[in-house]
Antibody
Framework: EVKLLQSAAELKKPGESLKISCEASGYRFTDDWIGWVRQMPGKGLEWVSMIYPSDSDARYSPSFQGRLTISADRSTNTAYLQWRSLEASDTALYYC?????????????WGQGTLVVVSS | DIQMTQSPSSLSASAGDRVTINCRASENIRVYLSWYRQRPGEAPDLLIFDAATLETGVSSRFSGSGSGTDFTLTISPLQYEDFATYYCQQTYTTPITFGQGTRLDMK
C-alpha cells in the first residue's frame, strides 16, 4: 500500500528556518515524482513544487520559486520542503503528494498534511 | 497560468440527489483534468483523472465529462460521505492549477 507519512505540525517565528518531511512507502521511490500542495486556512489548493528523486529534477510554481526548496533523499525515501526565512503568510497546511503522469500530472496519493504556523 | 473557475461555489442537496459541478479552463486543456473530493479535516482524494477516468476504488456514483475548456463532475445518487468540497485541477501544463472549490452541503 502506498503511503506518504508527513512530519508533525510546526510553530515558528517569522525569520526562522524550517524543513518539513514526507516519508514514502509502498512503491519504488525513484520511479515517481513527489511533491507538495499548500492549503492556506479556509482556502483552496495550490501546487507548490515537485521533484523526481531519481535525478533530483525539480519544478516549482512561479508563485513559490525562490521562497522555498524541495529536495529528496533516496536513501530514506523521504522528500523535504525547506524555508530559509519564514513569513506569517507561510502559515498553511502543506500536503505531500505523489504526482502520476497520464495526460499531465495528477495526484493519486496524499499525505495527512503538515500544519505550519508562523507567528511572533 | 491557466485559470480554473468552478461553478457554483457552493450548493445544497439531499442524500439521493443528483448534483453537477462545473469547471471551466481559461484555455484549451483537452482532457487534462482531474477532480478531487476533500472531506472536512481530511486530505483530498482523487476521484477522476483524464476528465472521465474513474480512479481505482472510487464509486461509480461519480462521473466526469468534458473536453477543451468545459468540464463536469456528476454525483448520483448523493451519499452522506459526499458532503464535502470538490476541486478540479488542470494537468495540461505547469504551473498545475486548481479551481477555487465547490462546497457541497446537506440541505
Amino acid at each position: 500500500e502506498v503511503k506518504l507519512l508527513q512530519s508533525a505540525a510546526e510553530l515558528k517565528k517569522p525569520g526562522e528556518s524550517l524543513k518539513i518531511s514526507c516519508e514514502a512507502s509502498g512503491y519504488r521511490f525513484t520511479d515517481d515524482w513527489i511533491g507538495w500542495v499548500r492549503q492556506m486556512p479556509g482556502k483552496g489548493l495550490e501546487w507548490v513544487s515537485m521533484i523526481y528523486p531519481s535525478d533530483s529534477d525539480a519544478r516549482y510554481s512561479p508563485s513559490f520559486q525562490g521562497r522555498l526548496t524541495i529536495s529528496a533523499d533516496r536513501s530514506t525515501n523521504t522528500a523535504y520542503l525547506q524555508w530559509r526565512s519564514l513569513e506569517a503568510s507561510d502559515t498553511a497546511l502543506y500536503y505531500c503528494v505523489r504526482p502520476i503522469y497520464s495526460r499531465g500530472y495528477y495526484f493519486d496519493r496524499w499525505g495527512q498534511g503538515t500544519l505550519v504556523v508562523v507567528s511572533s | 497560468d491557466i485559470q480554473m473557475t468552478q461553478s457554483p461555489s457552493s450548493l445544497s442537496a439531499s442524500a439521493g440527489d443528483r448534483v453537477t459541478i462545473n469547471c471551466r479552463a481559461s484555455e484549451n486543456i483537452r482532457v487534462y483534468l482531474s477532480w478531487y473530493r476533500q472531506r472536512p479535516g481530511e486530505a483530498p482524494d482523487l476521484l477522476i483523472f483524464d476528465a472521465a477516468t474513474l480512479e481505482t476504488g472510487v464509486s461509480s456514483r461519480f462521473s466526469g465529462s468534458g473536453s477543451g475548456t468545459d468540464f463536469t463532475l456528476t454525483i448520483s445518487p448523493l451519499q452522506y460521505e459526499d458532503f464535502a468540497t470538490y476541486y478540479c485541477q488542470q494537468t495540461y501544463t505547469t504551473p498545475i492549477t486548481f479551481g477555487q472549490g465547490t462546497r457541497l452541503d446537506m440541505k
